[in-house]
Nanobody, 122 residues
Framework: QAQLVESGGGLVQAGDSLRLSCGVS???????VGWFRQAQGEGREFVAA????????AYASSVEGQFIISRHSNDNTVALQMNNLKPEGTAVYYC????????????????WGQGARVAVAS
């Protein structure tokens, strides 16, 4: 079981940076934690994921080199650092968890947070 709570969303200007945080409860050493996003009228898409035990990461090609995912054992959080944001980054960002190794597909993630809204103004 895992409980996830996102924080750090907000309104920014194009080119700005923003850091989202996901508080994770449960057996974090067994988890992979992912970030997904859903723009209005669109489906939910994979952004990035990190395997807690190894630190291995995966990114969507659209954010590779722009976003950085990291995990922090001192406070059981997973951060998503988003740099040089563009208006197409406007979405609700969700963190999710699974017990096991890195996955990009939504269907493998049974645990979800409530989402954090990010708006990027042009």
């Amino acid at each position: 079981q895992a409980q996830l709570v996102e924080s750090g969303g907000g309104l920014v200007q194009a080119g700005d940076s923003l850091r989202l945080s996901c508080g994770v409860s449960g057996r974090t050493s067994t988890f992979t934690v992912g970030w997904f996003r859903q723009a209005q009228g669109e489906g939910r898409e994979f952004v990035a994921a990190i395997q807690w035990s190894t630190g291995s990461t995966a990114y969507a090609s659209s954010v590779e080199g722009q976003f950085i995912i990291s995990r922090h054992s001192n406070d059981n959080t997973v951060a998503l650092q988003m740099n040089n944001l563009k208006p197409e980054g406007t979405a609700v960002y969700y963190c999710a968890a699974l017990q096991g190794s890195l996955q990009r597909e939504i269907k493998y993630y049974p645990y979800w947070g409530q989402g954090a809204r990010v708006a990027v103004a042009s």
